[in-house]
């Protein structure tokens, strides 16, 4: 046979942006051999009349470290046509890591990334210490590549211990970090992450590790990188402009890639109700790097940010001050707070009243009651708490607490405090330079579902809204990426290209309404989210997705070291 797989007769949007044509494309031993009109035999042969051919869509932004080690093919990110995910963000992952600090590391996941230690427990068989052990323990077990940052909570965690989470570090520790992070980068990872958000921390309040780091050894760790010429910076620093001012910390990250010389990726643009017209600033800021031939580049999201909510498990209200006392009190002394109307008086002074930046958006007309705990209020479900407010005859705090109260604190909202503009949220998007992926895949597990970013991207944004061209959107989920990333051999249909694709139909695709599950170590919960017009992901020259079913191949790779030399063998 000629070929191992060959896909016929699909329109073929090639990464670059430039227009898709009708064409095949066929691949063997992993790679694209031959695009254009082929008349050869192969082992398999796919009809893609119809369909759109592209390369696989990069997520450049999850959580799934520890979700890999016992879901290889990362559900629900492969059924988006995901072929290539990036772990370690946020400062966070599981390598390195010393035996003694094994629990401290998956506490650093429970709160900030919302997921159940249980699990975590469960889920993580340690056997790994160092970052390249820990690479070598996912190779040859992946259906999905995985391209991985070396998180500065569990770099610091290493070098310093308990201190970690109590000092910056010393130069002398410093130095000891740079070298462990050029060995990881030397061995796959494909850069760096960290993370100073402030309301990222510990479920007993403890501030995770890499909030301790000054600016100088952020930028020392940044430089380390820049030794060997390889590698990225990902940094987030929590809502801009909360206590610092946003120009600042964008400034901040153009100094890390200035004098690095290594491209960062910051979190992130997007619209906030409280600060209505942030975004465009940002957008310039970020411009402003761009034109002085500077690597920083913003991310953003293509959906709303939801928060699903009850009052026993929630975090949006992280930034008032009572409100947060509240929800981390035991349940007795909770439900008795809320029952008292002088701390009601303070509570409603903060999520109505007060005007002080917070990412609660105040807007108790966009809280919506999602699953009532009762029958006797199931007529409030979909409606939000300003209507049940009216309905019942109270005020909005009075009507949420005591509903609450009802059922045991168990009545479900949501609320979505971010990108609720959509006129903003398009002209983020289409920004030419904004990378489109916040997905948190593997993160915020019974909060929200972010999986079908590029689902969203290309059947809502693209297709119903016309923002952007298709071949633009395919640019920013693939070619872009991995251009920023460091992965130059995906992102793009071309002969020599590995051969990640992903084959959907324009007129369908789109994103499903996530689905609450069990199916996560010890049983645990988990949001999963399904895709529509998705019908084929392939990594490396293997079918990995058919129609939404595994098929059972596990064909990826761990790529990285940052200069993305040659296609890994999954072996
Ligand atoms: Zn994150």
């Known amino acids: 046979m000629a070929y191992d797989l060959l896909i016929k007769g699909g329109r073929i949007y090639d990464g670059s942006g ?12 992993g790679r694209i051999v031959e695009t254009g009109r082929i008349n050869a035999d192969a082992d398999r042969v796919v009809d893609a009349d119809g369909l759109a051919v592209s390369p696989g869509f990069i997520d450049f932004h999850t959580h799934l470290d520890a979700q890999l080690l016992w879901d290889p093919i990362a559900t629900s990110s492969c059924f988006h046509g995901v072929t290539t995910v990036i772990p370690g963000n946020c400062g966070l992952a599981l390598a390195p890591c010393k035996e003694q600090d094994q629990d401290s590391i998956l506490r650093s996941f429970e709160r900030v990334e919302a997921i159940s230690l249980p699990a975590l427990r469960a889920g993580v068989e340690w056997d790994w210490a160092t970052f390249p052990q820990y690479l070598n323990r996912l190779r040859g077990r992946l259906g999905v590549n995985v391209a991985a940052l ?3 909570c569990a770099l610091r965690q290493f070098v310093m211990g308990d201190a970690a989470t109590e000092r910056a570090a010393t130069a002398a520790e410093i130095s000891q970090m740079k070298e462990i992070l050029k060995e990881g980068v030397r061995a796959g990872a494909i850069g760096f992450s960290t993370n100073q958000n402030p309301v990222h921390m510990f479920a007993d309040g403890r501030p995770i590790p890499s909030r301790l780091a000054t600016n100088e050894e952020i930028i020392e760790l940044a430089c380390a990188l820049s030794e060997i010429n390889k590698g990225v910076v990902q940094i987030s620093r929590g809502s801009l ?5 946003a ?3 964008v400034k901040l990250f153009e100094e890390i890639s200035s004098k690095s010389g290594r491209p960062v990726i910051w979190q ?8 209505p017209n942030e975004w465009r600033e940002l957008l310039n800021l970020a411009e402003e790097s761009l034109a002085k031939g500077i690597q920083s580049y913003p991310l953003c999201n293509a959906r709303l940010f939801n928060n699903r909510l009850t009052l026993k498990n929630a975090q949006v209200f992280d930034d008032l001050p009572t409100w947060k006392t509240l929800l981390f009190l035991p349940l007795e002394e909770r439900i008795k707070a809320f029952r008292d109307p002088e701390t009601r008086r303070k509570l409603r002074y903060e999520a109505v009243e007060e005007k002080k930046p917070s990412r609660f958006s105040r807007r108790w007309d966009l809280v919506y009651m999602i699953k009532a705990a009762t029958p006797a209020n199931k007529h409030l479900e979909k409606k939000s708490v300003a209507e049940i407010a009216k309905i019942r005859g109270q005020d909005v705090i009075d009507a949420f607490l005591d509903l609450s109260l009802e059922e045991g604190l168990d009545t479900e909202f949501q609320t979505s405090s971010t990108n609720g503009d959509e006129q903003a949220v398009a002209e983020i998007i289409r920004s030419p330079f904004v990378l489109v992926g916040q997905s948190d895949a593997g993160a915020h597990l019974i909060y929200d579902a972010g999986f079908g970013y590029a689902t969203r991207l290309l059947g809502y944004w693209i297709r119903e809204k016309k923002i952007m061209s298709l071949e633009e959107g395919v640019r920013k989920l693939t070619f872009m990426v991995a251009s920023i990333f460091g992965l130059p051999d995906r992102g793009l249909v071309r002969p020599g290209m590995a051969a990640d694709l992903v084959l959907f139909d324009p007129a369908t695709v789109r994103e499903c309404e996530p689905e609450m599950v069990s199916d996560l170590p010890g049983g645990e919960k988990r949001l999963i989210q399904k895709a529509n017009g998705i019908e084929m992901t392939i990594v490396n020259g293997q079918v990995l997705v058919a129609k939404g079913e595994h098929t059972g191949a ?7 070291g940052g200069n993305g030399s040659s296609l890994q063998a999954a072996a």
């Open 241 to 245: 402009g909360v206590s610092v001012p």
């Open 247 to 249: 120009v600042e910390t």
């Open 150 to 152: 070396m998180g500065h």
């Open 554 to 560: 596990l064909p990826g790779a761990v790529l990285g």
């Open 18 to 29: 430039l227009p898709s044509f009708l064409g095949d494309v066929a691949i063997n031993q």
């Open 268 to 275: 992130s643009i997007a619209h906030r109700w409280d600060k």
